[in-house]
């Protein structure tokens, strides 16, 4: 990755707290080297002052940000218009510069989207198990919208906080992680979307009980690292396809780069990040 940087160069980059741990730059400069495009993806911490911080990247004219933890709702406010996908999950993940503001965007839902469809994991006309209420399951429940998904069974840890999330009138069947038993008997699309399986907790999948992976016939994980989970491991053991979130994470990369710069990656692009980050997380 060499961005030769020049006084043509476009700034973009990542704006959260904290951003040291990011692989966005490099998979973005990875992308602005192959294609030629002269743009520079740098990391934008922002501890306080998130107005002040939009605001200025506008007026440099920073091409795009990509929005992490804590921000992606707070900086909603700041957009000057947001896309309808965005605005259902209630959450941005990339902003595009317009003369009268950022305008923002989720390209998480796009990420899952495309890996859904890359693997062919059914789901359009059937019904589905999500487990997670976070933000990342509010980005996959979006998805599995625009994908005509039929019906949700979400589990969650807090079945309060799925609610809050949700509300009370949601369509989603909302139900605690031991209430699986309550989804009827059938071969089930899971997507795991919670933080256990995370290093550090790398053993450990967000519902333990065997009786759970009987039910499962394709799952996905959004994790990426470790490369296979706790959750792929018991989904494979009982019989079933697993894919972890790498794609999602490339996926959701490429997208915002697209919309950024008004372009379509080369497929050369994609597969070298692909190789780039398969060798990081073997
Ligand atoms: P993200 O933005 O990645 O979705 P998040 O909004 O913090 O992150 O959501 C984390 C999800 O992981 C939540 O569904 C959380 O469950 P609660 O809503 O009950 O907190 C889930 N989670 C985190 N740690 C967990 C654990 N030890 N067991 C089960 N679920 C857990």
């Known amino acids: 990755m060499a961005v030769n940087i020049d006084g043509r160069t476009k700034v973009w980059g990542l704006i959260g707290d904290p951003v040291e741990h990011t692989l966005s730059p490099l998979i973005q400069n990875t992308f602005a080297e192959i294609t030629g495009i002269n743009a520079a993806y740098v990391p934008l911490g922002v501890h306080e002052g998130l107005e002040e911080a939009v605001k200025g990247a506008h007026a440099f004219g920073f091409a795009g940000m990509n929005v992490t933890v804590p921000y992606k709702m707070k900086i909603m ?50 019904d589905v198990i999500v487990i997670g209420a976070g933000g990342a399951s509010r980005a996959v429940c979006e998805g599995l919208r625009q994908l005509f998904a039929d019906h949700i069974y979400l589990l969650n840890r807090s079945l309060d ?37 995370l290093p550090g907790n790398e053993k ?31 989904v ?44 990081k997380f073997k």
């Open 77 to 126: 406010s700041l957009l000057s218009e947001t896309d309808e996908a965005a605005l259902n999950v209630g959450a941005v993940n990339t902003l595009k510069y317009t003369p009268e503001g950022y305008k923002g965007y989720n390209t998480d839902v796009t990420g899952f989207v495309r890996e859904l469809e890359k693997y062919e994991v059914p789901v359009t006309g059937q």
């Open 161 to 197: 906080k799925a609610r809050e999330a949700y509300g009370e009138d949601t369509d989603i069947t909302l139900l605690g992680l031991d209430e699986f038993n309550r989804i009827p008997e059938g071969k089930y699309t899971c997507i795991q979307c919670t933080s256990v399986g």
């Open 204 to 234: 450990k999948a967000a519902i333990e009980d065997e009786d759970f992976y009987s039910l499962i016939e394709t799952g996905v994980d959004l994790i990426y690292n470790p490369a296979e989970t706790a959750f792929m491991k018991k």
């Open 236 to 279: 494979k053991e009982h019989g079933g396809k697993a894919y972890n979130g790498l794609c999602m994470l490339v996926y959701q990369a490429v997208a915002a780069f697209e919309l950024v710069y008004d372009t379509k990656l080369p497929g050369e692009a994609v597969d070298r990040v692909f190789e780039i980050l398969k060798e």
